[in-house]
């Protein structure tokens, strides 16, 4: 079945960076757009942007331009979120989805991102 | 930027039927779609191209979009149905979440 395994929680001070790690089995890698999205606690979901295996290409929203990089290393069917200069407000948990039929899913479990000094 | 407005709360009666609705300018011309997130997991797509459901969603979950209004429904609701719901626009360049609306089953 269509799996999507993301790294383990992080811990990161103001300023520095963290890469978040999103495994995929189950399906033609290449073959889906992969999107990552982000969950504050307490808070809604927020699409951070999305990356095409197959290509590279990528697009990010407008918030995060500038300090978000997506990748991939089609090998080992894994993508990466990179995300530079964390502030405190950047803790939150991370996802990795596939898109498919204008919708998101199967996700990954979760990241737990936390900015702390 | 686009937003989508959705109530905060709702609540239903087991065996009731629960309306959620997203509001969104013109949202009628896009697709949406719905995630249910129950507490510490993940979100899963419960409808999706604004009226389809995945294999295995019960069929007490359906969905419509016209106008400015999308609307999740849940038919003879149950205890488990209890969860967060975001709806989600969906166009080339349009992703964007709902601020989610939770549902309790009194």
Redesign the interface.
């Known amino acids: 079945q269509v799996q999507l395994v993301q790294s383990g929680a992080e811990l990161r001070k103001p300023g520095t960076s963290v890469k978040v790690s999103c495994k995929t089995s189950g399906y033609t890698f290449t073959g889906s757009e992969i999107?990552w999205?982000r969950q504050a606690a307490g808070h809604?979901?927020?699409?951070m942007g999305?990356m095409n295996p197959n290509s590279g290409n990528t697009g990010y929203a407008?918030k995060f331009q500038g300090r978000v990089t997506m990748t991939r290393d089609t090998s080992i069917n894994t993508a990466y979120m990179e995300l530079d200069s964390l502030r405190f407000e950047d803790t939150a948990i991370y996802?990795c989805?596939r898109s498919g039929?204008?919708?998101?899913?199967?996700?990954?479990?979760?990241t737990q991102v936390t900015v702390s000094s | 930027s686009y937003e989508l407005t959705q109530p905060p709360s709702v609540s239903v009666s087991p065996g009731q039927t629960a309306t959620i609705t997203c509001s969104g300018r013109k949202l009628g011309e896009k697709y949406a779609c719905w995630y249910q997130q129950r507490p510490g997991q993940s979100p899963m797509v419960v409808i999706y191209e604004d009226n389809k459901r995945p294999p295995g969603i019960p069929g007490r979950f359906s969905g419509s979009n016209s106008g400015d209004t999308a609307t999740l429904t849940i038919s003879g609701t149950q205890a488990t149905d209890e969860a967060d719901y975001y709806c989600q626009a969906w166009d080339s360049t349009t992703k964007v979440f709902g601020g989610g609306t939770r549902l309790t089953v009194l």
């Open positions: 999107h999205v809604g979901l927020e699409w999305w407008y996802y989805t039929s204008r919708s998101f899913g199967p996700w990954g479990q979760g």
